[in-house]
């Protein structure tokens, strides 16, 4: 099983060895070959995202499914939230049952609150979390930002890093943790567990 990811760039590349290390322990011999296809800080839209998908499907060397996972939050008002983003993408690339899209809702640092404690602990700050579930963190001010925040407030007196600190933050870390308070990642990991043969997470 071949699984094409389409991402926005190096932050959710970043997240990789950490989705494959949780992958590893339930796929065991089933473990798909899992490639991330970075887009340079967005997702495509429209016509582009279909012509993206139907070349990782039809390629030299194609996939048996296609994951586009982006944020809600993209800087533009695209999208309303996770629901209008995944009809958008279904949408925008038609009628296609190896296409999954997928959403990090409103970003992907919501995945990292539920490790408040190492983000503390990277950054140097005593800072509280977020109220709410992770996922839920106000559109205006998204996880990303209040991690930011977070950073440079503490301690290390240094900015955050997307790809150095959020591989710092997963380090070792059980995505089962982060999965159970945030349903989209939950659903995003039994995708790619059920197109694998594997249990999804109940």
């Known amino acids: 099983m071949k699984i094409a990811v389409i991402v926005e760039g190096p932050t ?3 997240f990789k060895p950490h989705l494959t290390a949780f992958l590893k322990a339930r796929l065991a011999d089933r473990m798909p070959r899992l490639d991330f296809v970075p887009q340079n ?3 495509p839209k429209k016509d582009k995202l279909r012509r993206t998908v139907d070349n990782l499907l039809c390629g030299r060397e194609p996939a048996d499914a296609v994951i586009a996972l982006t944020d809600v939050y993209t800087g533009t008002r695209d999208f309303q939230d996770a629901a209008d983003a995944k009809a958008k993408m279904h949408g925008w690339v038609g009628q296609n049952n190896r296409f ?8 992907f640092e919501a995945w990292l609150l539920p490790y408040w404690d190492e983000i503390k602990r990277v950054a140097g700050s005593r800072r509280i979390a977020p109220s709410g579930p992770p996922e839920q963190v106000d559109h205006n001010q998204p996880p990303s930002h ?3 925040e977070v950073f ?3 301690s290390k007196g240094r900015a955050y890093s997307k790809v150095r600190d959020a591989n710092r933050i997963l380090q070792n870390k059980d995505l089962s943790i982060a999965a159970e308070a945030c349903p989209e990642l939950k659903s995003f990991l039994n995708t790619i567990l059920t197109l694998s043969g594997g249990q999804p997470i109940p």
């Open 12 to 14: 959710e590349t970043a």
């Open 100 to 107: 999954y899209p997928h959403v990090a809702q409103h970003d």
């Open 41 to 43: 800080g967005r997702i």
């Open 152 to 154: 440079l407030a503490g």
């Open 146 to 148: 209040r991690i930011k």
